[in-house]
């Protein structure tokens, strides 16, 4: 379905249009206006959708949209999978997280719903898109270590700016080795079970579960280091960052563990 494929690409690449490098949480509590428009519900993802809505609808994108949509009902159901896609990349909201169980739930239990095929068909599709844009959201974790590493450097430098700026409660190098096996052992992991579960990738989901669980067991043995190693770059101008990305190009072929 091309509209779909499109709407998932559209979606990936405005879903974080105009972050300010702090959670929503924090937004709420400085008391934004846009948190006061969006009722302190996923603030900066409805804020992204919003800005990125309008900038489409401009004159000089009229040659687009009509690429893109070309009845009523194309324009409606793309607007909708776009607001649904880039919503799922909401994981702290917990009514959102709890829906969207439920709805995993319900799609891939094996308890006949009386519905037809095509309702059924509909349904999973529905929730395995939002689970894959949680997963391109995180995908470093699923990739090699160097990448894992690189993107995990940049996100402690945008915590640690958010700190220096008193936007953060806690500094990052308080929480973040514990915090990363958490995500690891509660999002990352669990996620990558169920993107295997429901079969969307094939076999390629072996390997991205396969290095979940990699970059999981050596950021228990070295994360300790590598935050040691992080605060030391941003406090003496360097980044070890470069290094990990010149280091891919010596990479050795990945070897699957069974899981």
Known sequence: ???????????????????????????????????RL???????EQHSID??????????????RSCIYATQAE???FRQLVVQVVLATDIMDKDLKQLRNQRWEKAFSEKVMEESPQDTVNRKATIVIEHLIQASDVSHTMQHWHV??????????????AHEDGRAEKHPVDFWYQGEIGFFDFYIIPLAKKLKE??????????YLNYAMQNRKEWEERGQEVVAEMLE??????????????????TEPFEEEPV
């Open 1 to 35: 379905d091309p509209l779909t494929q499109f709407s998932m690409v559209f979606s990936a690449l405005v879903h974080d249009v105009d972050h300010t490098g702090v959670p929503n949480s924090m937004l709420i509590k400085e008391n934004e206006p846009l948190c």
């Open 198 to 207: 429901c079969g969307v990738f094939g076999k390629s989901s072996d390997e």
């Open 51 to 64: 800005l990125a809505w309008n900038l489409l609808q401009a004159e000089e994108y009229v040659d687009l």
């Open 75 to 77: 324009f409606e159901r």
């Open 233 to 250: 770059a941003i406090q003496t101008g360097s980044s070890h960052v470069e290094d990990a990305v010149g280091d891919l190009a010596e």
């Open 38 to 44: 969006y009722n302190e519900k996923s603030v900066a």
């Open 148 to 161: 894992y590493r690189r993107w995990n450097e940049a996100f402690f430098r945008e915590c640690y700016k």
